[in-house]
């Protein structure tokens, strides 16, 4: 695969989004993907004349840097076209103009799109208002030219799914948990180290504050600030702890390498942030993988952090001597307790590994191309030639992984759609292409046709003639004596499987029961459920688990066609994908509202689903 990342900011800047980036992409590097970072040719804060080479290799990866006009905040960089020509995914990360030029450009360049949040451009309160405005105008058209949406923390995910519901992934930010792994202080040491950029929604001035209400208490305490400038100078902070009468007990390390760092760090013995913003929290993870204890302020991704590993102390930084008392409180447990508390924090950590976060936006490139599976209305289909999914099937059932299969048409998508009772139902079943109308719509949403055409009434038979597995099959549904009839064909055609039971599809609520222990009783490994649309879905997603089965097939009309009670359409109607028509024209009362309403609903719906860009499904699957 060919991945473009475009971010303002790359090596040799550092911050958490040039972070993001380097890990990802040196992930994708060695997972054998050509990957490259087009960039700005300035660091922001080297000053104007300060340009970096046009073209590097670092660590494997491509780094192309552009010029631009204007200030950090919006860089205008239109060259950015020249270096995407050839990519599969171009996957841009945060909101900013390199976000709303490739929206706005995308019937030119024609490339795929992906966007990670970042916390969007709510980082500060400054013209907060003309921001939301901006954010819910400009921002929603961007968006609906981007084929997935990776939102990496809930509080984005929150955000970014008020303007669209489909194709949002909450893929939040991986760590390089290798870096600072084990850094901390093995034995509980009276300092804290605050890591990250010098910028004001940072509230390092708070930080010093509560540094200063620990000394009131216990004068033993220090801070370490270690990070890079940002709108806040490394002298403006030293100021601040003279003022503050702590000058001695806070120690400043301006854009100190990694080393240096974690040097730092090995004084430690816990991680602060008064931070009143962050997009996910990255160097909080950093400090655990340390074996930090974590101090944090009271906002929502370090809430989520605190829950999910069970470790840190949310504080309110802006009353400080409170903050100090509640800290010191715990401090005492933590050092009772301090190399479990340690070990605990770098396993925690573990969670946040590149490996996994690299997996998760593999599956969204991919959901976006439609190369595994197609998102149709926000259900996956599965893209797969008859061998495939065969093969697909028998190694579910080797695993005897219970399974429901279904053929989807334009019908079945515009039920499952538009029925509350099925919405959910989708995520549940593996669904494979049947028909023209989603063919048409996998040609309008991924530019190309679905490999083979796999109707149940005709993959049904094919499958039990090539699968490697002999089975015991239980066939239910259809007027009575249809099923009996098809069981009989099925038995003649397919002597290598069994037929252990079957019956109509007309049963009442009260004999449910009985249905399903006759079926359990048959010891079947393949349930035909003929009961229509998405009843016969729906009746197996209830009850396939009690009946034991391992696989269950809702195969519509199949029964009647091999009953010989429906004849089916000539072969050549069929290659023409036309057999709906012929199938109208014999049940027109039946059919006609299926196919002359139903398939311009649906057309209408691909086409809403084109316009508002969501490739991936709603939901990644795992």
């Known amino acids: 695969m060919r991945i473009v990342h475009v971010v303002r900011q790359f090596h040799p800047a550092i911050g958490g989004i040039e972070n993001v980036v380097g890990d990802l992409a040196s992930i994708q590097l060695r997972k054998g993907h050509s990957v490259r970072v087009v960039t700005l040719d300035r660091v922001f804060d080297r000053g104007k004349t300060d340009r970096l080479p046009p073209r590097e290799v670092l660590g494997g990866i491509e780094v192309v840097r552009i010029p631009f006009v204007g200030s950090r905040r919006y860089p205008i960089a239109p060259s950015v076209l020249r270096h995407i020509g050839k990519a599969d995914i171009v996957h841009v990360h945060g909101l900013d103009f390199f976000f709303d030029f490739l929206a706005v450009t995308a019937p030119l360049h024609r490339r795929r799109l992906v966007v990670s949040t970042h916390g969007a451009f709510f980082h500060t309160p400054y013209a907060a208002a003309l921001k939301r405005i901006y954010f819910s105008t400009v921002t929603r058209f961007s968006l609906s030219r981007y084929a997935g949406v990776a939102t990496v923390s809930a509080a984005d995910d929150r955000l970014f799914r008020a303007l669209r519901t489909s194709g949002v992934w909450l893929i939040e930010n991986g760590v390089d948990i290798r870096k600072y792994a084990d850094a901390g202080s093995r034995e509980p040491h009276k300092t804290l180290i605050a890591v990250g950029r010098f910028s004001s929604n940072k509230r390092l001035d708070q930080a010093i504050r509560f540094v200063a209400a620990l000394r009131g208490r216990d004068p033993q305490w220090r801070l370490k600030i270690v990070g890079r400038p940002w709108d806040v100078g490394a002298a403006e902070l030293t100021a601040f702890a003279a003022e503050q009468g702590v000058a001695e007990a806070v120690d400043v390390l301006s854009a100190p390498a990694d080393g240096a760092i974690r040097e730092a760090m090995g004084a430690c013995s816990a991680i602060v942030s008064a931070s009143e913003y962050e997009g996910f929290g990255l160097a909080a993870v950093e400090g655990l993988s340390a074996g930090l204890y974590p101090v944090l302020s009271d906002i929502p991704p370090f809430r989520r952090l605190v829950e999910t590993s069970g470790l840190g102390l949310l504080l309110d930084f802006s009353r400080p001597q409170d903050a ?46 439609g190369t595994r599976a197609r998102a149709i209305l926000d259900v996956n289909i599965e893209v797969s030639t008859f061998e495939e999914a065969a093969a697909f099937l028998d190694e579910r059932i080797g695993r005897r992984e219970r399974t429901i299969v279904t053929f989807a048409n334009a019908h079945t998508l515009n039920r499952l759609r538009s ?24 040609w309008l949403l991924f530019g190309k046709r679905f490999p083979e055409n796999l109707n149940g009434t005709d993959f049904v038979p094919r499958y039990l003639r090539h699968t490697r597995h002999p089975l015991r099959i239980f066939l239910l549904g259809a007027k009575a004596g249809v099923a009996e009839r098809a069981a009989a ?3 003649a055609d397919f002597p290598q499987h069994t037929i252990v039971g079957c019956r109509d599809g007309y049963f009442g609520p009260g004999e449910v029961g009985r249905v399903v222990a006759d079926i359990r009783n048959s010891r079947a490994d393949l349930l035909l459920a003929a009961m229509g649309n998405l009843e016969q879905e729906l009746w197996l997603a209830e009850h396939l688990a009690d009946t034991g089965c391992t696989l269950g097939f809702g195969v519509g009309g199949l029964f009647d066609f091999v009953a010989g009670v429906v004849p ?8 023409l994908h036309m057999e709906w028509l012929y199938r109208m024209l014999q049940e027109p009362r039946r059919l006609w509202r299926r196919y002359l309403v139903g398939m311009p609903i649906f057309l209408f719906r691909v086409m809403r689903q084109w316009l508002a860009g969501a490739r991936a499904t709603g939901v990644p699957q795992e």
């Open 324 to 369: 100090a008392a509640r800290f010191l409180e715990k401090w005492e447990e933590v050092a009772r307790d301090y190399r479990r508390l340690r070990q605990a924090a770098i396993e925690a950590a573990a969670g946040y590994g590149w490996e996994r976060v690299g997996e998760k936006y593999e599956a969204l490139y991919h959901s976006v191309l």
């Open 568 to 575: 089916r359409a000539p072969s050549w109607v069929r290659a």
């Open 419 to 442: 029925e509350k009772r099925a919405q959910s139902l989708g995520r549940n079943l593996v669904l494979f292409n049947d028909g023209i109308g989603v063919d048409i719509a996998s």
């Open 489 to 491: 064909r099925f038995a």
